[in-house]
T-cell receptor, first 113, second 112 residues
Framework: QQQVKQSPQSLIVQKGGISIINCAYE??????FPWYQQFPGKGPALLIAIRPDVSEKKEGRFTISFNKSAKQFSLHIMDSQPGDSATYFC????????????WGAGTKLIIKP | ETGVTQSPTHLIKTRGQQVTLRCSSQSGHNTVSWYQQALGQGPQFIFQYYREEENGRGNFPPRFSGLQFPNYSSELNVNALELDDSALYLC???????????FGEGSRLTVL
């Protein structure tokens, strides 16, 4: 019940296209859903996060869509750029343990110029 | 503002040895969390320190231990190293429990 399943494992998108990464969770007690971006040799950096009281959150070119009933959330990157090439991780945690993030396995995104 | 710094960046140990990894938290942060990231996988929570006490632990055996110092820096100690301990060890600091995590670049441990 603690798992977060992420797909696809890898993704190639043309420059200017939309990149979509999906995650599904099992634990209905999760109430914090962040996305992290990790470049090679670097630690993960928080990109955007959502709580289940909203169905969508947008920050610049990055949007999280959240479907509470389906227990799924996704990251959309609009107008994808070569600089967006990185590994993306979704994660989830419970309100009483926000520090203990449960992570997906990651998606390696490559944006082709 | 100084970010999260970790040392050493890379190290190689042999099975059965012990290792200590160090982390300096970001200025103003009093909480440190440690994660293990195996190659090609997402990070896994090891434990968190808040006010110099362990404040939550993931599914890791007791040979994984830690400390937090009065200046909020932290150490991760792993005893009796096993081959499966080979991973990137990430330290993250935050201003409070449940706050946004700021990660260091990690310490890559290889166990031979």
């Amino acid at each position: 019940q603690q798992q977060v399943k992420q797909s696809p494992q890898s993704l190639i998108v043309q420059k200017g296209g939309i990149s979509i990464i999906n995650c599904a969770y099992e634990n209905t007690a999760f109430d914090y859903f962040p996305w992290y971006q990790q470049f090679p040799g670097k630690g993960p950096a928080l990109l955007i996060a959502i709580r289940p009281d909203v169905s969508e959150k947008k920050e610049g070119r990055f949007t999280i869509s959240f479907n509470k009933s389906a227990k799924q959330f996704s990251l959309h990157i609009m107008d994808s750029q070569p600089g967006d090439s990185a590994t993306y991780f979704c994660a989830a945690s419970r309100g009483d343990s926000n520090y203990q993030l449960i992570w997906g396995a990651g998606t390696k995104l490559i944006i082709k110029p | 503002e100084t970010g999260v710094t970790q040392s050493p960046t890379h190290l190689i140990k042999t099975r059965g040895q012990q290792v200590t990894l160090r982390c300096s938290s970001q200025s103003g942060h009093n909480t440190v969390s440690w994660y293990q990231q195996a190659l090609g996988q997402g990070p896994q929570f090891i434990f968190q320190y808040y006010r110099e006490e362990e404040n939550g632990r993931g599914n890791f055996p007791p040979r994984f231990s830690g400390l937090q110092f009065p200046n909020y820096s932290s150490e991760l100690n792993v005893n009796a190293l096993e081959l499966d301990d080979s991973a990137l060890y990430l330290c993250a600091s935050s201003t409070r429990r449940g706050g946004e995590l700021f990660f260091g670049e990690g310490s890559r441990l290889t166990v031979l």
